[in-house]
Structure formats: C-alpha cells, structure tokens
C-alpha cells in the first residue's frame, strides 16, 4: 500500500483573468508589398489580414509578457506573490537556455515560483492552458500564469510571398486557478509528425556553429495549401471532440476563440462545425497577424474588453500549427 498522502488541490479550475499586450507600431500591408510581388487585394483575400504589429527593440518577448501578465493578474485580481507556477509559449525566444518564464516570473514578482518555457507553436497556448489546470486540480499551485508570447517578425522572411505578411507580434497572458465547479474541460491534444515539414523553421540553429553558413536567418515556412486543408478538415473534427468531451453541443456556445492563423481557416471552421449565428467569432487576425501561441489569449481579451463576449460565456477554443500539433478544449471566460 502506498504511503504517499493524496493531493490536496481543487476540485476544478477556471481562467480568473486575461491580458494582452500588442506592440505600438501598426503594420498595414503596403509595408509588406515593398519586398513582395502582390496587393493589398490579394494578401486579403488570402488570409483577411490588413494590419499587423511588430516589435521595437525595446518590446522585447520579456518586456511584452510582463506587460500582458500584469494586465491577467490585474484582471485575476491575483498579487504576483500569490502565483506557483509560471509558463511560457513561446518559438521566437533565442536563448536555449534560461528558459524566458524564469525573468519574467522575477520582473512581475513572483516569489520562487515553478517556471519554464513550452515549445508546442500555435497550439502552445492549449498546452499551457491544460499544464494549468492540472496543477491546480493536483495541489502543485494554487494559482498559475500562462503566457503565450512571440515576436515573430524576427523570423519573418520579408521576401517570401507565401508568408511575408502572415505573421505579427504580441503577449496574451491568463492566470489559472480554483474553482468550485468545472470551468475548463477536458482537452482534446496531439501530434501528427508526419507533416512537421509542413510548418518549420528554414534553417536549424547549429547551421550556424562554428562557421560562416551562408544561409539568411532562419525563418519560419510553410505549404500553405497543405496548412490550409489540414486546418479546415481535421481541425474540425478535433474542436467538435473537444466539445463532446465537455458534453455540450455547439448550440451551447457563445464564443469560439481559433488560432488566429488566416480569416479562411476561421470561416470554414464555422461552416464545418455548423455554428449557430449567436456564437461569437474570435478574428483578431484582420489587425493583429498570426501571432502564433499569443493569438488566442490575445482575442480573447479583444473580445472581452470590447464587449463581444461577456464573463461567464462558454467558449471553445483551439490552436494548431508546427509540429504538426493541436489542443482544444471548451472554457468560461473569466
């Protein structure tokens, strides 16, 4: 028989707070077009983008976290003293090691707090998120922060048509913790490594060991066709498994909160699923970019903060992308 005593956690856990933070410089796609071949036209009707962030040297992916997490613990309620763990999302973090969430859980001030960082890309933010909860549920932290952050221009290529204007920067930030009942549902995760060539990075770090490559900086590429088919198809199946898991029908939604990757994928996404036309629809990606791990807690406090979804709502959401990775589950907004 064992002698280890049972943990002493909560029964559920719930979203208490959300933050985000996006950088000051506006990128509409007429920057874009001065290194690629296209329009305006073209570049919206591709994936419904027209404006997109990027970092100044000051925004770093530190300095952007500390931003959105201070707004998540604000909104929590939560000092920074009271957070156990801290994790980060993150693919454009370029230290191996320390691993980022340690700064920031010190520049928030957080007090000798479990943290690390996570590399799941789009679906970082859903790794995070279910990592949370079951720290909280199991007792190892009363009350944990989840970041999802990226500054993706740095592994923008400017010159490849393909994905030059896809990507933006930002932080989104929610803060995890008990509740007395279930507020965020079972999640519904994988891999499919198989198509991990289909999302990657151009180039690999040690390229560059001890020598002079000759290849551009690394930058993120895809097989947009082969991103766009999976998304829609298979990813539907997964956000309806996700919503089976939690026992609710998509007539029981209020918000559906995807990756912001492209306005297509969204749109086809919806029709799939069959929502109703009361379910409110996440497209921060219009003015916002694709901005990786951060893309879903950043629309989810757009949403918030501008009134299109209240406390209290049911939302699923759901991210994908490199590895090929995905995780979706079904949450009450804080």
């Known amino acids: 028989m064992s002698k280890i005593k049972p943990a002493k956690g909560s029964p559920y856990a719930r979203i208490l707070g959300v933050g985000g933070y996006r950088p000051t410089r506006v990128v509409p796609n007429e920057v874009i077009l001065e290194t690629i071949d296209s329009s305006d036209e073209w570049i919206r009707s591709r994936s419904g983008i027209a404006t997109r962030h990027w970092a100044s040297p000051q925004e770093t992916v530190a300095a952007m976290s500390v931003e959105a997490s201070g707004k998540a613990l604000a909104d929590a309620g939560i000092s920074p003293e009271q957070i156990g763990a801290v994790i980060v999302s993150t693919v454009s973090h370029f230290k191996q090691t320390p691993a980022i969430a340690t700064e920031i859980a010190h520049r928030i001030g957080a007090v000798k ?35 999802g952050v990226e500054r993706l221009s740095d592994l923008t290529d400017l010159e490849d048509r393909a994905t030059a204007f896809l990507f933006g920067d930002g932080a989104g930030a929610v803060v995890v913790g008990p509740s007395d009942e279930p507020a965020i549902g079972p999640t519904v995760w994988g891999s499919e490594g198989d198509k991990s060539e289909t999302i990657k990075q151009t180039v690999p770090w040690d390229a560059y060991l001890g020598k002079d490559s000759g290849e551009k900086f690394p930058a993120i590429t895809q097989e947009g066709q082969a991103v766009f088919r999976w998304a829609v198809f298979e990813m539907a199946k997964v956000a309806q498994q996700a919503l089976d898991a939690a026992g609710i029908a998509a007539e029981d939604l209020d918000v559906f909160i995807p990756h912001q990757a492209n306005m297509r994928i969204i749109d086809s996404m919806v029709k799939t ?10 497209r921060d990606v219009e003015t916002t970019g694709n901005t990786s791990a951060a893309s879903i807690p950043l629309a989810m406090e757009r949403l918030l903060a501008t009134g299109a979804a209240k406390s209290g709502d049911t939302a699923l959401v759901i991210g994908f992308g490199a590895g090929l990775v995905y ?8």
């Open 113 to 147: 707090p479990a943290a690390f960082d996570i590399s799941a890309g789009c679906a970082g933010f859903g790794y995070g998120l279910t990592l949370a909860k079951g720290m909280v549920v199991e007792g190892s932290a009363q009350y944990v922060l989840v970041i």
């Open 327 to 334: 995780a979706a589950t079904v949450v009450t907004l804080p």
């Open 273 to 282: 699923l069959k929502l109703p036309e009361h379910v409110t629809v996440a």
